[in-house]
């Protein structure tokens, strides 16, 4: 599309939706659209990475309904796809319940939509298990994490080697075993990391 199309075409699209919906000049759109990129369909942002220290892509979530959900204690309710990646990322059954600021960092790295940190600040601030747990110390978003719920559900392992054992049995391998619930913990040593 040549640039007078695409001026034409935004004319037209802010005058069927009353001028107000689209804001700024036709040139402030066109510059704001050169932040944007269309790869097979789906829209992407350009976004500069501080950490990378490069220019990447973010995917844009668009402003629509996605589906029903069953809120714990407010019943079946309508969530747009916004709300349902913050639900995976922030109530999740890996997530746990991380903050605000902890949520935002782990989906700005992969999306992108206008007033995104607000969106989640909002969520994060009505969210029942944060508030019921607001002031209460010793609550980490590992404790919440529901695979973690009981004892020896999930086991963690590893393995480190000992340059100068003292052992005279030879045995240089310590095998590390903790438990994610309970955090108790065990250790053998062994002479070869290999079963
Ligand atoms: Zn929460």
Redesign the pocket.
């Known amino acids: 599309m040549s640039a007078v199309d695409t001026r034409r075409a935004i004319a037209d699209f802010r005058n069927e939706l009353g001028g107000n919906s689209v804001r700024g000049t036709i040139d402030g759109v066109l510059e704001f659209a050169k932040e944007f990129e269309l790869v097979r369909g789906l829209l992407f942002k350009h976004v500069f990475d501080a950490v990378e220290h490069e220019v990447q892509l973010r995917l844009c979530v668009p402003d629509q309904s996605h589906s029903k959900f069953e809120y714990p204690g407010q019943h079946w309710k309508n969530l747009g796809y916004r709300e349902r990646l913050i639900l995976e990322y922030?109530?999740g059954p890996l997530a746990g319940?991380?903050g605000r600021e902890r949520t935002y960092e782990l989906m700005s790295k992969d999306y992108w939509w206008p007033g995104m940190y607000e969106s989640i600040r909002r969520?994060?601030r009505n969210?029942?298990?944060?508030?019921r747990?607001r002031g209460i110390s010793g609550v980490t978003s590992f404790s919440?994490t529901q695979y973690y719920s009981r004892p020896f559900r999930v086991l963690q392992y590893d393995t480190v080697e000992c340059n100068n054992p003292r052992d005279e049995s030879g045995k240089k391998y310590i095998l590390t075993v903790i438990c994610c619930f309970s955090r108790c913990r065990d250790r053998q040593a062994w002479r070869s990391c290999k079963r």
């Open positions: 922030h109530n319940h991380i969520w994060c969210c029942e298990t944060c508030i747990e919440r």
